[in-house]
């Protein structure tokens, strides 16, 4: 990774780890009062892999997402304002406010969609791989997984098709050592999800995902190789979510655990590594950190003063699942 590139990638990481404080906060103030809407799934922790492989990609290259996807839109250049919007419910919601935290959406930037059911990222992601490599049109296709998605059965119909047909895609395991309460070690019976791979005649890597640098060493390879035609990578990122599965679930992991985790903070590794290696001073850092938060707050009081969506529309669009009468035009 260019020393020089670090700087910009903590800078995500920073508006990630904000965004999020910022909106379970939000959260825990309004859920009650219905001024927000639906789940809220973290990404704290795992920031250096959305960061690290976005990094890589072209403003056209898709992206797939899960129901914790909130790191997966910023790192691809989605914007704050519009996606704390959605997480209201307004009219102004990167998803018109139809989705809510797991559905953000944006075509601009090619982001496809979180999506609420664990695995089904994989099958859509393969498809605009396909697509990519009918039309000659050099993008690629990210999946973001979970290691619970990774024993979907979408997971291996994906995998075998991609590497059959060569497509550019990269699929991207974050480990984060469960699915909800349950371990990893309780769902796979295999030491690495990237071991997998091999069944499938593609590359695998496990990685360190707290570590920038080494998702990005591994993204890099698996990008080249997807962009030059030569098929599908997967690569797994272990980490861990440092809060509970989402914020309304409880937790049953150990205390002691979790904090050992926060020890290997992504945010706090990066800052180290860049100072140490002299890229960037203390002030610099903490100017980043400030923009960013500015940009929070700009992004709140914009959220809070959007409109909600017309609620006669709403109703319509409601009656009209599939859209036969026009009102989802
Ligand atoms: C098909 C399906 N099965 C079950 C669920 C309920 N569910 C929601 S999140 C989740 C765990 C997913 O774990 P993982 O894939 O590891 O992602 P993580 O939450 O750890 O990021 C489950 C079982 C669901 N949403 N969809
Ligand atoms: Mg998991």
Same mark, same amino acid.
């Given at each position: 990774? @260019? ?11 920073? =508006? ?81 406010? =139809? ?66 047909? @060569? ?70 990122? @272990?980490?861990? =979510? ?43 850092? =903490? ?41 989802? @035009?």
């Amino acid at each position: 990774m @260019k020393k020089e590139t670090m700087p910009e990638a903590l800078r995500i990481m920073y =508006r990630i780890r904000l965004f999020e404080e910022h909106a379970k906060k939000m959260h825990k103030e309004n859920l009650l009062a219905g001024n927000f809407m639906g789940a809220l799934h973290t990404y704290i922790g795992e920031e250096a892999i959305a960061a690290g492989v976005s990094m890589l990609l072209n403003k056209d290259d898709y992206v797939f997402s899960t129901h914790r996807g909130h790191g997966h839109f910023i790192a691809k250049g989605g914007s704050i304002k519009k996606m704390l919007a959605e997480l209201m419910g307004k009219e102004a919601g990167c998803s018109s406010g =139809r989705g809510g935290s797991m559905h953000l959406f944006d075509t601009e930037i090619n982001f496809m969609g979180g999506n609420g059911i664990v695995g089904a990222g994989l099958p859509l992601a393969t498809g605009a791989a396909y697509r990519a490599k009918y039309l000659k049109t050099k993008q690629v296709s990210v999946c973001y997984f979970g290691d619970g998605a990774a024993s979907q059965g979408t997971f291996h119909e994906s995998l075998n098709l991609a590497s059959l047909w @060569k497509l550019p895609v990269i699929f991207v395991c974050e480990n984060n050592c469960y699915a909800v309460n349950t371990p990893v070690s309780e769902t796979i019976c295999i030491k690495d999800v990237a071991q997998r791979a091999s069944g499938y005649g593609m590359p695998g890597e496990a990685v360190d995902g707290n570590s920038l640098s080494d998702v990005y060493t591994a993204a890099e390879k698996a990008v080249a190789r997807a962009r030059d035609g030569a098929g599908p990578s997967l690569l797994e990122c @272990k980490t861990y =979510r440092i809060d509970p599965h989402c914020m309304v679930a409880g937790d049953m992991r150990k205390k002691e655990e979790i904090d050992k985790w926060k020890e290997r903070d992504p945010i706090k590794l990066s800052e180290k590594w860049i100072l140490n290696e002299g890229i960037a001073g203390p002030d610099d850092l =903490r100017k980043i950190r400030e923009e960013v938060a500015e940009e929070i707050k700009e992004a709140e009081q914009f959220a809070l003063s959007a409109p909600l969506p017309d609620r006669k529309k709403f109703r319509e669009e409601a009656m009209d699942i599939d859209g036969s009468k026009g009102a989802l @035009k």
